[in-house]
């Protein structure tokens, strides 16, 4: 073999070798992880969650606002829940699942779709990073994942996640209860597959937030879709929506395109800056 052939057949080898080595490097054993693919669904309505700890323990600070959100209800207004205006649901309340659910699980990351009125995407770390340190927050949080193996059978049984740096408005659900003014939530969950039915998904949540006296937990629990191929339908909220926030007040657009309260004796909005209607 001459040199110059000698030389290519050299060169193709070590190109070989580039290509295979971080394919090999990548072999990942999947089949110690949960199986939590397919499309996952709450069970009964939106709130519909197992408690572990009663209603929520708040201060009476937060208490009084929690009244005030409940009389502003009664009077026809919509509380606490920032998703009338399609601003996220954000955690913890997202996990009520609203919309179905996918689990997309890479050794890393796992990734937790939603589609409701926005898509509602959480991404939980799990290659062992720690908290940033410039931190943006957002809806849905900064959440950092451990895998467990629980009984040491050299498969997971479940990951624990905590979420910081969360963005507010927020509440817990549509009743409205609320966080601190502060944003200093933090959010520990354990998402795992009952034993005895694998179509059977739990997230016990745990909230820890200064508008309580003590940390409150909750149970979602949600079952898995037996269509291998379900449906996963779009929801935008924007479109259609009569709710609109005008300064502090909540209004509806009726059917034949006009402005409408929500309340008895509700003001209408400023309108300092049209000029008055000609009659």
């Not at 040199?3 to 110690?32: C, E, N, W, Y």
């Not at 849905?140 to 479940?158: L, Q, R, T, V």
């Not at 300064?247 to 059917?255: F, I, K, P, Q, S």
């Amino acid at each position: 073999m001459d040199a110059r052939r000698q030389f290519r057949v050299h060169m193709i080898a070590i190109a070989i070798a580039l290509f295979t080595a971080p394919s090999l490097a990548q072999v990942v054993d999947f089949g110690k992880y949960p199986d939590l693919r397919g499309q996952w669904s709450r069970t009964g309505q939106p709130n519909n969650w197992i408690p572990l700890a009663g209603p929520p323990p708040l201060t009476p600070e937060y208490e009084k606002v929690f009244d005030d959100i409940k009389a502003d209800m009664k009077s026809g207004g919509i509380g606490n829940w920032a998703p009338t205006f399609c601003i996220p649901a954000g955690m913890p309340a997202m996990m009520n699942l609203y919309d179905p659910m996918e689990m997309v699980v890479l050794p890393d990351i796992t990734y937790i779709l939603i589609s409701h009125e926005d898509d509602a995407h959480r991404r939980i770390y799990t290659d062992g990073r720690d908290w940033p340190a410039n931190p943006v927050p957002s809806f849905a949080g900064y959440s950092i994942g451990k895998w467990i193996d629980e009984d040491g059978d050299g498969k997971f049984d479940a990951l624990e996640v905590e979420t910081r740096h969360l963005k507010l408005p927020r509440s817990y659900d549509v009743s409205g209860i609320p966080f601190h003014a502060d944003g200093q939530t933090v959010v520990k969950e354990r998402i795992y597959l009952d034993k005895a039915n694998r179509d059977v998904l739990y997230d016990e949540i745990t909230v820890f937030d200064h508008a309580l006296t003590r940390p409150w937990s909750k149970k979602q629990k949600a079952v898995r879709n037996p269509d291998p191929h379900p449906v996963w339908r779009a929801n935008d909220c924007a479109q259609n929506n009569t709710h609109l926030r005008i300064a502090d007040e909540h209004y509806v657009l009726g059917a034949d395109g006009r402005l409408m309260p929500t309340k008895k004796n509700q003001a209408p909005p400023d309108l300092g800056f049209f000029a008055p209607a000609r009659k």
